[in-house]
């Protein structure tokens, strides 16, 4: 249900109300991050973090931004940024291992999804994440162990990973 209209509104009535509110400045980034609006979310991202500089959220949203418009050195500054304030933020290190992917780091790609899936070993994205990156290495066992344990973990998964399985080579 995207009903992004309605709750840009809301937003901007609360920080019309109080425009100190770096939750409601925050939410409203991600919101325009979600619609693709990625100067308006970035923005607002910058806003947030001007009234709270440790506000790990609204860093690793300005990240995913970033990260969305290929931007990827300053996805990375942002992602570091808020695994430097917490280390166990296994979003913020997936989401660094994704940038790292994109730009074809792969070994740094999955020493971070590694590191996630210590995190929190029943996340469904790292493992899936580390799958793909195992695919574009050529590394087609480790791929397949990857998807068929997300899909474990998560059998709505099948018919988005049925794509990447589909692409592995006939002998798998």
Known sequence: MERYDEALAD???VIELDPSAGWAIA???????????????????????????????AIGS???????????????????????LDPS??????SRGET??????YDEALADFNRAIELEPSAVWPIAARGETFQEMERYDEALADYTRAIELDPNLAKKLGTHLAQLPDSY
């Open 100 to 105: 790292f992917q994109e730009m074809e780091r």
């Open 62 to 84: 300005r990240g995913q931004t970033f990260q969305a418009m290929e931007c990827y050195d300053e996805a990375l500054a942002d992602f570091n940024r808020v695994i430097e």
């Open 89 to 94: 933020a296994m979003w913020a290190v997936t």
């Open 27 to 57: 939410a409203r980034g991600e919101t325009y991050r979600l619609m693709e609006r990625y100067d308006e979310a970035l923005a607002d991202f910058n806003r947030a973090i001007e009234l709270d500089p440790g506000y790990a959220w």
């Open 11 to 13: 937003l901007s009535r």
